[in-house]
């Protein structure tokens, strides 16, 4: 077997990965999908932050796709209000690029065929061949999927100019092609017969890392020339080279599927100029940690939060920070385009833009530190300090500003730091003694913030911040949001040596100083069974069972 062929069957593996943890994210309650399980040989339950993660990227591409059939529905609507003519039903294409065991037709036409049916919609998937043959056994062998192809279904095994179509009905098509055979593109929509001048959705979902960019350049090109009226969505990685990124990468090197392209697209900023420069007309590029805060619904957070126990608050926003959700458009979609730009003030757009074509052309990451600072709209020059902590417990919390406007912040509290053994790191990154700025067990204390993209910043609350009559920091403990007060939480349990259970719970409550730009909070603690109260709300705290030697 060639060096190349062995990549792409490890590239073809991360759908059967990709697949598993789906469901895993679905069986525990985040997305209702009963068409997965068909895909999924062995049931898994992956760890909560892998769900979540799924989760997120779900939800994104789905609020995405959701927005571009509303806007054909309405393009559809308006055209009928000026009295144009037009047949029965309007032609759409969805068109899905490496969509491994994808099922989003099937929840469509499950969920949502309201928004499909004045249209005779053509959806499309691509794949390598051998996916799609075992995807057609698999749809083929289901009643329950089979009902929404509607007929005639072709099957078919014949090599046409490089690609094949594998399964085809009225609605619904399967092609085995490798995609880096650019040149067949055109062949397959003209024998799939789609109207590319009707409005078309095309879909790349953790696909186009795996594939060098003279490629994908040429994909990005192709697609802009042949849809009058198109939205792309490309959903992959970004910020390679900081220390959550050169994990990332090791993690796909190990795997043997090496990310190609994220070095030379390393931020989300720079792909804007990536599609720009390929023939698109208008884009939108966020990350989905923005997506997270400024996108989804709060009640949806709190549905999601109370799903299944959760504290790695900070690892989810890295990962979150670490994936761009890329649009572009041309034709009638420029409309979905506007639903997607960035929060950043005009100012900052400039120098993004700016900043953007450097990158492409210097093959250059810019540093986390080059983000925009959350708190008061200012671009902080001190790079994020790259501490580790031990046996630490995190939580979210929401702030306001005088504006109305919401600030998410992570707080980590407690744990022991990694390379300061001895010492406490403060919020800031400064070392301190064990009684710096901040220590309130039974007063106020103030942390600053570090901006982990757009909408979302950390803070971190040591031991001797928490409770100065600590001797030592305090591990292993929990961190409980307040179940209607965003801005309050609650430490219990923990230790802080093998015999030395915390018997006290602490209460936090926190405010945003936009004049200084930092985090303050009040500290009140009591007995372990005490009710803790606050103005709208209150949580009792049970005393936890401690295990053995504890």
């Known amino acids: 077997m060639s060096t190349a062929t062995h990549i792409d069957k490890q590239i073809q593996k991360t759908n059967d990965f990709s697949s598993v943890s789906k469901y895993s994210m679905c069986a525990a309650g985040y997305v209702d999908d009963r068409f997965l399980q068909h895909f999924v040989a062995k049931k898994v339950k992956r760890a909560p932050t892998i769900n979540r993660g799924y989760y997120a990227r779900m939800k994104a591409i789905d609020t995405v796709v959701l927005d571009f059939l509303n806007n054909a529905n309405e393009c559809l609507a308006a055209s009928d209000e000026a009295g144009s003519s037009r047949a029965s039903f309007a032609p759409l294409n969805i068109i899905v690029l490496g969509a491994g065991y ?34 057609s056994l698999m749809i083929q062998d289901q009643a329950e999927m089979k009902e929404f192809l509607y007929p005639p279904v072709a099957i078919d095994s014949v090599d046409h100019d490089g690609h094949t179509v594998v399964l085809e009905s009225q609605n619904y098509a399967l092609v085995g092609f490798d995609m880096r055979k650019t040149t067949c593109f055109a062949s397959i929509f003209k024998q799939l017969r789609l109207d590319c001048s009707a409005p078309t959705l095309i879909l790349a979902e953790v696909v186009l890392p795996y594939i060098d960019d003279s490629y994908v350049t040429e994909i990005f090109r192709t697609m802009a020339q042949v849809f009058e009226n198109a939205l792309f969505i490309n959903y992959e990685q970004v910020e390679p080279t900081d220390p959550y990124g050169r994990f990332m990468m090791q993690h796909f090197e190990r795997q043997k599927t090496p990310l190609l392209n994220t070095h030379r697209y390393p931020t989300v900023n720079s792909h804007l100029e990536r599609f720009l420069s390929t023939g698109w007309k208008a884009t939108a590029c966020l990350s989905v940690s923005e997506f997270w805060s400024y996108f989804l619904p709060e009640e ?42 960035s929060p950043l003030s005009d100012q900052e757009l400039a120098k ?21 600072q959350a708190v008061n709209g200012v671009v902080s020059d001190d790079p994020a300090p790259e501490f580790g902590l031990l046996g630490h417990a995190s939580t979210e919390v929401k702030l306001l500003k005088s504006s109305g406007e919401s600030v998410h912040v992570v707080v980590l509290v407690g744990g022991v730091p990694k390379q300061h053994e001895g010492k406490i790191v403060c919020g800031d990154g400064k070392i301190v003694c064990g009684d710096g700025d901040g220590v309130c067990g039974d007063g106020d204390g103030v942390c600053l913030m570090h901006d982990l993209g757009p909408g979302m910043n950390r803070i971190w609350i040591s031991s001797a911040q928490l409770d100065k009559t600590l001797k030592r920091s305090l591990v292993q403990h929990a961190v409980v949001p307040h179940s209607t007060l965003r801005n309050t939480i609650f430490i219990t349990g923990g230790r802080t040596s093998p015999l030395a259970p915390n018997l006290v719970v602490y209460a936090v409550e926190f405010s945003l100083d936009e004049v200084r730009g930092v985090v303050r909070f009040s500290v009140k603690k009591g007995p372990k069974t005490a009710l803790l109260n606050s103005e709208q709300g209150s949580i009792r705290c049970q005393a936890l069972p401690l295990a053995d030697g504890e």
């Not at 799903?307 to 041309?330: G, W």
């Not at 993004?352 to 925009?372: C, G, K, L, T």
């Open 102 to 135: 994808d099922t989003l037709f099937f929840r469509l036409h499950d969920q949502h065929s309201e928004l499909l049916e004045r249209f005779t919609a053509r959806y499309v998937e691509i794949d390598y061949l051998d996916v799609c043959i075992n995807k």
């Open 352 to 372: 993004a833009s700016q900043r953007a074509a450097a990158e492409v052309s210097d093959v250059a990451a810019v540093p986390v530190s080059d983000r925009r």
């Open 300 to 341: 949806e957070k709190l549905r999601i939060n109370a799903l299944e126990p959760f504290d790695e608050h900070e690892e989810f926003v890295e990962n979150l920070r670490h994936y761009v959700l890329a649009l572009a458009a041309t034709g009638d979609c420029f409309d979905i385009i506007e639903n997607y730009r």
